[in-house]
């Protein structure tokens, strides 16, 4: 509690997903969720993300991931187990490494994105960018965060007194080609 944090507004970002995607249509979403086992802020995402989709009555499946394991060994293994279960989704909503990796599954069974499936990652980071289609984020204010928590470390370090306990960053929806453009 004495500790000060720079994060960014996880239930905005959930809920501009969940929006995103039932804009689009979706009836069946696959969400890639962290690992209840750890205490996180990332949580307050996945928990907005399945209240409005709810809400919308659009059913959705969590997937939960091991802490912290982005390696491509695991992703491949994350989306054949998926994939084996034979439970069609026309949403996906995850990080963007796993949204990317379900992305390029899916499109080489033959599944067309976003007409059958539509997908919203989340933190936005350049690899969202550099595949086809560009994927619609959430995206995180990465330079941002870096900033402020340099900021904050070395007025720590000075021993000068800080405003706020935590600081919360706001997150923005780039729209890729893995939506549809609706209003």
């Given at each position: 509690?004495?500790?000060?944090?720079?994060?960014?507004?996880?239930?905005?970002?959930?809920?501009?997903?969940?929006?995103?995607?039932?804009?689009?249509?979706?009836?069946?979403?696959?969400?890639?969720?962290?690992?209840?086992?750890?205490?996180?802020?990332?949580?307050?995402?996945?928990?907005?993300?399945?209240k409005?989709?709810?809400?919308?009555?659009?059913?959705v499946?969590?997937?939960?991931?091991?802490?912290?394991?982005?390696?491509?060994?695991?992703?491949?293994?994350?989306?054949?187990?998926?994939?084996?279960?034979?439970?069609?989704?026309?949403?996906?909503?995850?990080?963007?490494?796993?949204?990317?990796?379900?992305?390029?599954?899916a499109?080489?069974?033959?599944?067309?994105?976003?007409?059958?499936?539509?997908?919203?990652?989340?933190?936005?980071?350049?690899?969202?960018?550099?595949?086809?289609?560009?994927?619609?984020?959430?995206?995180?204010?990465?330079?941002?965060?870096?900033?402020?928590?340099?900021?904050?470390?070395?007025?720590?370090?000075?021993?000068?007194?800080?405003?706020?306990?935590?600081?919360?960053?706001?997150?923005?929806?780039?729209?890729?080609?893995?939506?549809?453009?609706?209003?």
């Amino acid at each position: 509690e004495d500790i000060p944090v720079v994060a960014v507004d996880h239930v905005l970002g959930g809920r501009m997903a969940a929006d995103e995607l039932a804009r689009n249509g979706c009836k069946k979403v696959l969400q890639f969720r962290g690992s209840l086992a750890v205490e996180s802020p990332y949580h307050d995402r996945h928990r907005e993300f399945e209240k409005v989709m709810k809400e919308k009555n659009i059913e959705v499946f969590s997937y939960e991931l091991e802490w912290n394991r982005f390696d491509n060994e695991y992703i491949e293994n994350v989306i054949r187990d998926v994939f084996s279960k034979n439970i069609l989704f026309d949403g996906v909503f995850g990080v963007d490494l796993f949204a990317i990796g379900y992305m390029n599954a899916a499109r080489i069974r033959g599944i067309r994105v976003p007409e059958d499936l539509r997908i919203v990652s989340y933190d936005g980071t350049y690899v969202t960018r550099i595949v086809e289609p560009k994927m619609t984020s959430v995206v995180q204010p990465i330079e941002e965060l870096a900033r402020e928590s340099v900021r904050l470390v070395d007025r720590l370090i000075n021993g000068s007194a800080y405003q706020d306990k935590k600081l919360v960053l706001e997150v923005k929806l780039q729209k890729g080609g893995t939506t549809f453009h609706c209003s």
